[in-house]
């Protein structure tokens, strides 16, 4: 790397770029290495792809531990086309000043191909639950019991929400509207061919790599410094220009878009969140597609005794359009994979500001265990609005059990989340209970709240019952909802007698 200084005081820099500035030079390197490992015209392609394939082989040793315990093909299966159970049982327990306990659990059945499901809630506090909510859903209906409180099971109709609630009581009597086209439409069901999978992606940003391929050239390099050979990758400037300016036109007309963009919009509820939401995205994928070069992109890969991809960095500076400058230094140093140690990352000088996107991991992975701590750095040389994300998790792969981390400091304060657990139970067909027996949540070193839970998931032949007769919520008049509030009322009032 350049900018006029060495390596050792760029990491003292600190680290980042804009999310839109890294996934721009982060896809570019992608696609030359795409192309480096499917190459077989002369000696540097080749050795480089030998590399490549080392380093997929060592990504796969990585590879989800409870895959080969968990049959996830099957719950997926039963998922889409069958009914599951879940029940959830969570224990939290409030540290702020007064000690306060507090339990809830949902015992859930549902059915996304038939598109209904019901939900039995239960609150309770120092290990004492009652029932407090029936709830049955289909989808644009939505049924609500409150068998403590009241007789009546309500129903809700989810279409056309904000018309309806807007011409109903309680509009005036909350003194408030929802959007006239408010809607909500429950089990929405993924798109047959499953567009928005990590293939349709791939797919999108390789469609029109071939001027990539075309302007890609190879050569056999060493580093006088470090004895070590490797080969560098050239692709010209006009080239990766004209690739960015495919690849956005590319993400625009892709279904991989159109179908993210319809769940989001599905989601937003109304027609002005809906179209915030879509400026919101198709302005982040101009931005991430806007980098344009002056320089040639250019990276080394450099080798280990053997064979191995130990270091993927920039000879020099390459330089932007709109004159910043870009570096990459990423090392892999780990000894039985050197993959299970990685620091470096990507970095940006703009005017006299240096910022840098870094990463760094340590893993180990065995028979019996699976341990990864990695660090994500987003820091400017000032200092000013520096970022911290880590994970670290150790996973038992024999007993299943687990012992996490999950930390992010930020300019607005620090979280930090801890848990340990195990997965047991586990059965034909996908079934499995996941245990948190004890987690904590802290916010700028103060803890928060500590919790427990069971989550319980499972195929199963039973199904969900929708209730037969109901009052419609959205249709009581004035004194309906007067005669329901008395009636939930002199329930709570039993209560307090008992």
Request: proline share 2%.
């Amino acid at each position: 790397m350049e900018f006029g200084m060495n390596t050792e005081k760029k990491r003292n820099t600190g680290l980042i770029i804009g999310i839109a500035v890294a996934a721009v030079v982060a896809v570019v390197a992608a696609v030359a290495v795409f192309f480096a490992g499917r190459a077989f015209g002369s000696k540097p392609e080749l050795r480089l792809q030998a590399a490549v394939a080392k380093m997929a082989a060592e990504m796969a040793q990585y590879g989800s531990s409870l895959s080969g315990k968990i049959d996830y093909q099957a719950l997926n299966e039963a998922w889409e086309t069958g009914a599951i159970h879940l029940n959830t049982d969570v224990s939290v327990t409030i540290t702020d000043g007064e000690t306060t306990n507090a339990e809830f659990s949902v015992d859930a059945l549902f059915n996304e191909s038939q598109k209904k499901g019901t939900y039995d809630i239960g609150v309770g506090m120092y290990g004492f639950q009652i029932p407090f909510a029936n709830v049955a859903a289909t989808s644009d209906t939505l049924y609500i019991s409150l068998p403590q409180f009241l007789k009546d099971t309500y129903h809700v109709e989810l279409t056309n929400l904000g018309e309806k609630f807007n011409s109903s009581e309680w509009a005036e009597l909350l003194d408030t509207t929802l959007p006239e086209d408010y809607s909500v439409e429950l089990f929405q069901k993924r798109k047959a061919d499953n567009v928005g999978t990590t293939e349709n992606f791939i797919s999108v940003i390789t469609k029109s790599d071939a001027v990539i391929k075309e302007n890609t050239t190879f050569e056999n390099i060493k580093n006088k410094e470090t004895g070590r050979a490797g080969v560098r990758v050239t692709v010209a400037k006009d080239a990766v220009n004209q690739y960015m300016e495919a690849l956005k036109a590319d993400i625009f007309a892709s279904d991989f878009y159109e179908t993210y963009m319809d769940g989001l919009m599905e989601r937003a509820g109304d027609a002005s969140e809906a179209a915030r939401l879509k400026k919101m995205c198709d302005e982040f994928i101009e931005q991430s597609t806007a980098m344009r070069f002056k320089t040639d992109y250019v990276l080394d890969y450099y080798f280990d005794e053997k064979g191995r991809i130990v270091n993927i960095s920039s000879p020099a500076d390459m330089e932007t359009v709109d004159g910043a400058l870009a570096a990459v230094d990423i090392r892999f140093s780990g000894e039985a994979r050197a993959l299970d140690v990685i620091e470096g990352g990507i970095y940006i000088k703009n005017g006299g500001k240096i910022t840098h996107l870094g990463m760094e991991r340590n893993a180990s992975v065995s028979e019996s265990a699976y341990k990864e701590d990695i660090k994500v750095l987003w820091q400017t040389d000032d200092h000013g609005r520096d970022m911290t994300f880590s994970y670290v998790n150790d996973f038992n792969k024999e007993d299943l059990s687990y012992d996490m981390e999950l930390m992010a400091d930020v300019p607005d304060g620090k979280l930090f989340f801890a848990a340990d657990g195990e997965f047991t139970d586990i059965a034909e067909g996908g079934a499995y209970t996941l245990r948190v027996n004890n987690a904590s949540l802290a916010v700028d070193d103060e803890e928060l709240c500590y919790l427990s839970a069971v989550v319980e998931l499972e195929p199963t032949e039973e199904e969900p019952e929708i209730p037969g007769e109901s009052v419609d919520l959205l249709g009581m008049s004035m004194q309906d909802i007067q005669k329901m509030v008395y009636e939930a009322l002199a329930s709570v009032r039993k209560f307090d007698y008992e």
